[in-house]
């Protein structure tokens, strides 16, 4: 008896020396989209990957780059995913927030996009060679986000502005509808909505997939922070970059299986396309030289003569590539299924 008893007490010391061992997971909000590009982090929190890592990734969803940044700002969440206009707009507008990672990008492109044109047959536009034809015609785009550098960048590789086509500002879902119904000509989006409306609307065209001829295109989507949780919390910052960083590899290298987290979280959109929009996604979390020289020589620019931003400024103090130089050192597997970044677009 004298045993059994004490077999019981060794048993909850055991039990209590196990629970007070265990480190309780650090909650972390993000503010994302439901879009293909956004995936890893659907799939870093189903399948447990930043539980690994003691994180408690809480999702907060918007529609845009634009409503996350304001998410951010209000302390609705720690980190949130931006694009190019939105980030660089509060910047100048002396909003203190930083860039620590990328979560749509090509780190050997000079110019990217994550949007896509595609047309109706009443646009006439069935190439790029046709971009001309676009005049007087409604295009379907969310205003301040890359559809509408994209579109600008288009237009302007034919001699056009934006003054010379009517834009409709339309949320992807949406401004897919709307093709759909004939109430615009034309739609700049990104995936899957891109696919959706490919796949699903006859007569579509795909006209150009992500930057396409215009080379004066660049924006790009970036993990961004207060410089206040920065300067304070780094270490948890780092231990989520990490995180992020394997989650991103498995979407990449997991397509399909990454299609069918999504599926769950990005609803009215089916199986069969998420898996053919998860192809063309480009996640790819790594920060190099192109980044810089694609906001001031083209994003910027573009800003500039739209009126959003007084002047091109440099963007370099908004930059912190600390972290992610560490984990490229430290965990060089999280990136080993992706062409080596160039020589000339390396980091010094």
């Known amino acids: 008896m004298r045993r059994s008893l004490m077999g019981l007490a060794l048993h909850f010391s055991l039990a209590l020396g196990l629970t007070t061992a265990v480190q309780a997971a650090d909650d972390i909000a993000v503010g994302f989209v439901r879009a293909t590009a956004h995936a890893p982090y659907m799939v870093g929190i189903e399948k447990g990957v930043y539980a690994k890592y003691d994180l408690n990734v809480v999702p907060k969803f918007y529609t ?47 110019n990217f996009t994550v949007t896509s044109l595609l047309t109706a047959p009443s646009a006439g536009v069935t190439s790029a060679a046709d971009l001309a034809k676009l005049k007087g015609k409604k295009v379907g785009l969310l205003l301040g986000t890359a559809s509408e550098d994209h579109m600008g960048g288009l237009l302007d590789t034919v001699g056009l502005a934006p003054k010379d086509v009517e834009y409709v500002n339309l949320a992807p879902p949406k401004a897919v509808t709307a093709l759909q119904t004939g109430a615009v000509d034309a739609i700049n989006v990104w995936e899957p909505w891109t696919t959706v409306a490919e796949k699903t609307i006859p007569g579509t065209t795909l006209v150009v997939n992500g930057a396409g001829p215009c080379v004066k295109c660049y924006n790009t989507g970036f993990m961004v922070v207060a410089r206040k949780t920065l300067e304070e919390e780094p270490a948890l910052l780092e231990r989520f970059w990490i995180a992020h960083a394997e989650a991103m590899k498995y979407a990449r290298t997991h397509t399909d299986e990454t299609a069918d987290v999504a599926s769950r979280w990005i609803e009215g959109v089916n199986i069969d396309i998420l898996k053919a929009a998860m192809k ?41 590539y600390d972290i992610y130089k560490k984990v490229a050192a430290e965990h060089p597997d999280l990136f080993d299924d992706m062409q080596p970044v160039k020589p000339e677009y390396q980091l010094d």
């Open 64 to 110: 845009s780059g634009i409503d996350s940044l304001q998410g951010l700002l209000t302390g609705e969440q720690k980190i949130t995913t931006v694009g190019a206009f939105p980030f660089l707009i509060a910047i100048s507008k002396g909003i203190d927030v930083v860039a620590i990672g990328m979560i749509e990008s090509q780190a050997n492109e000079p």
């Open 280 to 320: 063309r996604a480009n996640m790819d979390p790594r920060m190099t030289k192109n980044i810089e020289t694609g906001l001031v020589n083209d994003t910027m620019p573009f800003l500039v003569k739209a009126g959003l931003l007084k002047s091109v400024f440099d963007p370099k103090p908004n930059l912190n």
